[in-house]
């Protein structure tokens, strides 16, 4: 099993920026790909960014050139750092890892970013 604890979110202005965090604990050893995900209100959760273990990433066209995924040293964390925000960026924002066959999700961190 593994178990996700993020922390991160908040509120900001158009054009600042946040940094999520999401720290894995349990069977690490077994995780072959992290990322987070996003919901916005009436609206389908979608990809944000992966990062594999070999440390290639993968973004949304909306968030590229923005947004910057990576993992800790120890492989069991993973950042979302997030620049330029924009008010369409506001959502609940889950980290995702997959692990012994099987995706895992955190309780979600919510990102608000006011015009």
């Known amino acids: 099993q593994v178990q996700l604890v993020e922390s991160g979110g908040g509120l900001v202005q158009a054009g600042g920026s946040l940094r999520l965090s999401c720290a894995a604990s349990?069977?690490?050893?077994?995780?072959?790909?992290m990322g987070w995900y996003r919901q916005a209100p009436g609206k389908q959760r979608e990809l944000v960014a992966t990062?594999?273990?070999?440390?290639?990433?993968n973004y949304a066209d909306s968030v590229k050139g923005r947004f910057t995924i990576s993992r800790g040293n120890a492989k069991n964390t993973v950042y979302l750092q997030m620049n330029s925000l924009k008010p369409e960026d506001t959502a609940a924002y889950y980290c995702?890892?997959?692990?012994?066959?099987?995706?895992?999700w955190g309780q979600g961190t919510q990102v608000t970013v006011s015009p």
């Open positions: 990062v594999g273990n070999n440390d290639n990433t």
């Open positions: 995702y890892v997959y692990a012994l066959g099987r995706g895992v």
């Open positions: 349990g069977m690490i050893f077994s995780i072959t790909l």
